[in-house]
T-cell receptor, first 115, second 112 residues
Framework: NAGVTQTPKFQVLKTGQSMTLQCAQDMNHNSMYWYRQDPGMGLRLIYYSASEGTTDKGEVPNGYNVSRLNKREFSLRLESAAPSQTSVYFC??????????????FGAGSRLTVL | DAKTTQPTSMDCAEGRAANLPCNHSTISGNEYVYWYRQIHSQGPQYIIHGLKNNETNEMASLIITEDRKSSTLILPHATLRDTAVYYCIVRVLYNQGGKLIFGQGTELSVKP
């Protein structure tokens, strides 16, 4: 089982460049999430998609856009990258719903450096 | 949103039980307590969750106080591979998908 797959694993950008982080899950999960983690800090929620066709802002959405392409895929786009967006980005998915079994499965992370 | 408070760091001797506390005094009646851990920059890994009863699985035990204002994650026989940052999270319910807000976590160091 692949679980949650993120691409690319590493990326270096120049300030002002754009790029898209891709995320795909094969667990038939309804909900998907994008988090970022800065050095020595916990994870912060950027955007999430509770179900196919919906997206909502998290704690730190500024500078990002997302697309829930289909049930499997949830992409994160940086339109004009800034050094402050240097971080490790994690995608996650969960079955969704309001039961306690709404456990998140995380990908391995994408390390982004903006020069 | 209910918030959690955890110690920044803890040490534990290998083979001993690791008891990680978490305070969540503003938790609502329908909010669950989740524990995740993150080993050296890998993606976080789910450990256990509970509502009000104590829970146990192959990884850990979760003890929730009767008033639900605090909980303790217990790793019964800690190994060096349990060295990680442990996150206690109270789940925020929103529409169909409950988003998780992570705090700073507790950095657990298991020492030989």
């Amino acid at each position: 089982n692949a679980g949650v797959t993120q691409t690319p694993k590493f990326q270096v950008l120049k300030t002002g460049q754009s790029m898209t982080l891709q995320c795909a899950q094969d667990m038939n999960h309804n909900s998907m999430y994008w988090y970022r983690q800065d050095p020595g800090m916990g994870l912060r929620l950027i955007y999430y998609s509770a179900s196919e066709g919906t997206t909502d802002k998290g704690e730190v959405p500024n500078g990002y856009n997302v697309s829930r392409l289909n049930k499997r895929e949830f992409s994160l786009r940086l339109e004009s990258a800034a050094p402050s967006q240097t971080s490790v980005y994690f995608c996650a998915s969960s079955s969704g719903g309001t039961s306690g079994a709404n456990v998140l499965t995380f990908g391995a992370g994408s390390r982004l450096t903006v020069l | 949103d209910a918030k959690t408070t955890q110690p920044t760091s803890m040490d534990c001797a290998e083979g001993r039980a690791a008891n990680l506390p978490c305070n969540h005094s503003t938790i609502s009646g329908n909010e669950y307590v989740y524990w995740y851990r993150q080993i050296h920059s890998q993606g976080p890994q789910y450990i256990i969750h509970g509502l009000k009863n104590n829970e146990t699985n192959e990884m850990a035990s979760l003890i929730i106080t009767e008033d639900r204002k605090s909980s303790t994650l217990i790793l019964p026989h800690a190994t060096l591979r349990d060295t990680a940052v442990y996150y206690c999270i109270v789940r925020v319910l929103y529409n169909q998908g409950g988003k998780l807000i992570f705090g700073q976590g507790t950095e657990l160091s298991v020492k030989p």
